[in-house]
Nanobody, 124 residues
């Protein structure tokens, strides 16, 4: 199973940007769907974005993330990035990196490996 460690969270003003990084170890991520999720206190975990293991690099986003967030991967470095722009106070949450083995996109379900998360706080 792949181990995941997130970094890059912090405090940012509304309208600002942050880039989260997910470093994988134990296995290469080049056969995994990689995803980002988030969870704010008192709320359910929410799908942010995912990127395919395949060369087409298909991406999927939660509605709130479309046009503001971008997921990317660097298989050579075994890392996944989440670029977040135009941040809003409602983006405040703990962000988690996740991985799953699947052939096609079956939705934001079935992710088998999870990191510990990195906190993102957006101030007004």
């Amino acid at each position: 199973q792949v181990q995941l460690v997130e970094s890059g969270g912090g405090l940012v003003q509304a309208g600002g940007s942050l880039t989260l990084s997910c470093a994988a170890s134990g296995r290469s991520i080049n056969t995994y769907w990689m995803g980002w999720f988030r969870q704010a206190p008192g709320t359910e975990r929410e799908f942010v974005a995912a990127i395919s293991w395949a060369s087409d690099g298909r991406t999927f986003y939660g509605d709130f993330a479309k046009g503001r967030f971008a997921i990317s991967r660097d298989n050579a470095k075994n890392t996944v990035l989440l670029q977040m722009n135009s941040l809003k106070t409602e983006d405040t949450a703990r962000y988690y990196c996740a991985a799953k083995v699947a052939f096609g996109w079956t939705g934001p379900h079935g992710f088998q490996s999870w990191g510990q998360g990195t906190q993102v706080t957006v101030s007004s």
